[in-house]
C-alpha cells in the first residue's frame, strides 16, 4: 500500500478556483495579464509540503520571483528511479522506510508536472478557439512543454502593445496620468 499518492490532473482541475470569463475576440496583453494572475491563485490552491507558496513557482517565470519569497526559485526534485533500492540485509522496517522515502520523493517529482499540465490546460481552455488551435498545432513538436514556456510563447505573440493600448492604459490609472507616481516618459510598457 503506498504512504504517499500522487495528485492526478482532474484532482488539481477541481481544487483550482472558479475560471474568468475566457477571452473573446482579439488577445491583448490585458487578457494575458488577467489569465495569469488567475493561473498563480490556481497554482496556489493545491498543497505542496515541498514549499510554502506551494505550486506558485510554475506559474511565475523566475525573473518575478523575488516579488514573492527571498527563497531561492524552487526546482523540481529529480527522478527517484523507477524502484526503491534496499541493501542486501535490509530488515522489513528498513524496506518499509526506504519504500516510504521512495514514495515520497517520487510524488514530489511527480506532482509538480501534474500541476504543471493542469495549468496548462486551464490556461488554453480560456483562450479562443482559433489562438488554442495555433497552440496545439506548435506543441506537437514539443508535447511536454511546461506552463511557463506556454506563457512565454503567448507572450511573445500577443504581449506587445500598441500606442492606443499604452494611451487608454495611462488614462486609465488614478483617471489622470499626470497625478500618477510614475512619470510617462520613464514608464511604458513594452
Known sequence: ???FKTISEAEVLVAFPAAPSAITGDMTLRDLIRLILHL???AQAVKN???VLNYLYLACPDTFWANYSADAYPTTPAH???????HTHATTADIANGRAAWEWQLKAHTD??????????????LLPPDKRKEYENRKLSNPNEAYIQCLAWFSSRYGDTSEPEREENWNTMDGNPSKNKWKRGNYLLH
Do not use: K, Q
Not at 527517484?80 to 534496499?86: A, L, M, Q, V
Not at 500541476?115 to 490546460?121: F, I, Q, S
Open 40 to 42: 498563480m491563485h490556481c
Open 1 to 3: 500500500m503506498s504512504t
Open 80 to 86: 527517484p528511479g523507477n524502484f526503491p533500492t534496499f
Open 49 to 51: 509540503d515541498n514549499h
Open 112 to 125: 509538480p508536472g501534474t500541476m504543471d499540465r493542469a495549468l496548462v490546460h486551464r490556461f488554453l481552455s
